[in-house]
T-cell receptor, first 109, second 114 residues
């Protein structure tokens, strides 16, 4: 079966750095997404990786290793507004998105 | 620019009552349209997707149905709601033939079945 694993919850301090990991086992691979979802709101797009390596976008970076079935989202200079759930999703061989359950990130002052 | 709207935002319904959630997209034509459900603490579950008017694919057998009467309108319905239908429902669209598969979500509809 297809599976996306990410930690259920993480806690970090304002101003610090946090890394949210995602491992996947899917039938084929056409890219990996990270979405941010604030409580009670719809997910919003953060990043898309299809080749191995690091994609940097401001305070957020996303890394992909296709051979290891592994990705991480790195958040730097954490702000209170970064408190949210972070969803990892993989586009499989049929171009269907397979979603992880999300990682709830709690930022403490 | 493209926008997507869904309504109602919040719904409290008794078991056995009907359901209708509506979603419309503006600023694009012939989009892929999706209905997802998100139960508390779980990942997004794809319920239905549509690649064109009248074309609906169901991913999970259930008492829900979907219709696409117009190119940019997608409706989620039920004749009789179950307690297990409670959740956060999200409509989304993507560009057909876009290999990145990026989804753009509506605001979400929170359904509570009592």
């Amino acid at each position: 079966g297809q599976n996306i694993d990410q930690p259920t919850e993480m806690t970090a301090t304002e101003g610090a750095i946090v890394q949210i990991n995602c491992t996947y086992q899917t039938s084929g691979f056409n890219g990996l997404f990270w979405y941010q979802q604030h409580a009670g709101e719809a997910p919003t797009f953060l990043s898309y990786n299809v080749l191995d390596g690091l994609e940097e976008k401001g305070r957020f970076s996303s890394f992909l290793s296709r051979s290891k079935g592994y990705s991480y989202l790195l958040l730097k200079e954490l702000q209170m507004k970064d408190s949210a759930s972070y969803l990892c999703a993989v586009l499989d061989s049929n171009y269907q998105l397979i979603w992880g359950a999300g990682t709830k990130l709690i930022i403490k002052p | 620019s493209q926008t997507i709207h869904q309504w109602p935002a919040t719904l409290v319904q008794p078991v056995g009552s009907p359901l209708s959630l509506e979603c419309t997209v503006e600023g694009t034509s012939n989009p892929n349209l999706y209905w997802y459900r998100q139960a508390a603490g779980r990942g997004l579950q794809l319920l239905f997707y549509s690649v064109g008017i009248g074309q609906i694919s169901s991913e999970v057998p259930q008492n829900l149905s979907a219709s696409r009467p117009q190119d940019r309108q997608f409706i989620l319905s039920s004749k009789k709601l179950l307690l297990s239908d409670s959740g956060f429902y999200l409509c989304a669209w993507s560009v057909i033939r876009d290999d990145t598969g990026e989804l753009f979500f509506g605001e979400g509809s929170r359904l509570t079945v009592l």
